[in-house]
């Protein structure tokens, strides 16, 4: 009995061989060893800061931030057009963040640091159009924060991930938040 077994396994053996990796289309193969990319398909929003809007996907696993330095860019009152590929990184800066699960904390409007915030993909836009529209803020003791309300939308946008890959968003993106000084 015991030297039927050893034939058995080798008989089967170019079975198990050519049977691994069935079952998984190709694409999921290529979508595995180019990391994920963005989905731009967002339902929440949000913001902070001086400007930081950001927009999420429904599980928030894909965050698309839009950073910019109102003092630098001047974007107080008039919506102000810039092109991504000659705006200098220091004063603004547009990304998507993939995670494999939702953060428990998001890293970029939060005092909280948060080391599951490391484990991500990130696509960070090279050309194409960015509008930033920031409304003055109200001095007023209804807002003693100093927030105000701030509309970016992205258009033509080209994203590169750290590997030299490529995605082009294929419609314009609008994130309006409220943003200045919040607590967190």
């Known amino acids: 009995m015991s030297r039927g077994v050893p034939w058995l396994a080798v008989a089967l053996l170019p079975v198990a061989l050519t049977s691994c990796g069935k079952g998984n289309p190709p694409d999921v193969l290529l979508q595995l060893q180019n990391g994920p990319q963005p989905t731009f ?12 809007v950001y927009a999420s996907n429904h599980d928030g696993t894909e965050l698309l931030v839009v950073w910019a ?3 630098k860019l001047g974007v107080e009152g008039l919506p102000k057009t810039f092109d991504l590929a000659a705006t200098p990184e220091q004063a603004l800066s547009v990304s998507v963040d993939i995670y494999s699960q939702k953060p428990k904390h998001f890293s970029h409007c939060t005092d ?25 803020p109200d001095a007023g003791a209804a807002n003693p924060n100093r927030t105000y309300r701030a509309n ?33």
Do not use: M
């Not at 080391?115 to 050309?127: F, G, H, P």
């Not at 968003?169 to 967190?184: M, Y």
């Open 112 to 136: 909280i640091y948060d080391r599951d915030n490391e484990n991500r993909v990130r696509w960070t836009a090279r050309s194409g159009k960015v509008t930033i529209t920031a409304a003055k």
């Open 41 to 52: 398909q967002y339902e929440g929003s949000g913001g902070c800061g001086d400007v930081t």
């Open 69 to 71: 330095d109102k003092e």
């Open 152 to 184: 970016v939308e992205l258009e033509n946008a080209a994203f590169d991930d750290e590997h030299g890959n490529r995605v082009i968003c294929p419609k314009t993106i609008t994130i309006e938040a409220t943003v200045g000084w919040l607590p967190g």
